[in-house]
């Protein structure tokens, strides 16, 4: 079977096995979540669903602005409830931002109605890619790699017991996009076959 055919037939698979279920990225800031998802959907032929851009809509106020004026605890509750609310829909996939998977409540509402995907990456690209932005509320800071560090060395053990786990690299969308969906079609059917 040609390689075009392969794929056709990998997302077909994908798609059926994945029933009302959201695939969810997660991750740290500039692991790729919004790119790669969206590409992703794209391929999949799925709706793309930014929570972070949900909650922006829902409050009427940037995030930066929500963390700001209301503090992170207003934040952190208005995601939980619109990550909650977007789960309770079709099948899609889903960014979610980088503290989301941290709390617990969310954690247990992916794994009941969606497939995790961990986005991970090291720090140097990490780097890399948000210093291209201004908008990151945590690294609004004297020195945003100690932080870009610490904040890796506090969610990365949680962020492992994601469904699957992919490593964001120095390489073209496509690539990441195919390693995605050939883990994800093989998580589909070792889960299916444990049923």
């Known amino acids: 079977m040609n390689a075009v055919k392969t794929r056709t037939s990998r997302i077909k698979k994908i798609t059926?096995?994945?029933?009302d279920r959201s695939i969810v990225l997660i991750g740290l800031m500039g692991c790729g979540k919004s790119s790669i998802g969206r590409r992703l959907a794209t391929r999949l032929k799925l709706p793309f669903v930014d929570a972070d851009s949900e909650i922006v809509e829902a409050a009427g106020k940037s995030i930066a602005e929500i963390f700001?004026?209301?503090g992170e605890k207003v934040f952190r509750d208005g995601e939980r409830r619109v990550i909650?609310?977007?789960l309770d829909t079709s099948a899609q996939v889903l960014a979610t931002g980088g503290g989301a998977f941290m709390n617990a409540n969310i954690r247990e509402n992916i794994h009941d109605k969606?497939?995790?995907i961990w986005l991970r990456a090291d720090l140097d690209l990490l780097m890399e890619r948000v210093g291209r932005r201004s908008n990151r509320p945590l690294l609004q800071t004297e020195n945003p790699r100690a932080v870009m560090q610490s904040l890796m060395e506090e969610r990365?053990?949680?962020?492992?017991?994601?469904?699957i786990i992919v490593d964001s690299q120095?390489?073209?969308h496509d690539v990441i996009v195919r390693d995605v969906t050939k883990k994800l079609a093989d998580y589909l059917t070792t889960t299916r076959n444990e049923h």
């Not at 059926?16 to 029933?19: E, H, Q, V």
């Not at 990365?156 to 469904?163: G, L, M």
């Open 16 to 19: 059926s096995d994945l029933g």
């Open 68 to 70: 700001e004026e209301d």
């Open 84 to 86: 909650a609310r977007l």
């Open 114 to 116: 969606g497939i995790s």
């Open 156 to 163: 990365y053990p949680i962020y492992e017991q994601a469904d």
């Open 170 to 172: 120095q390489a073209a």
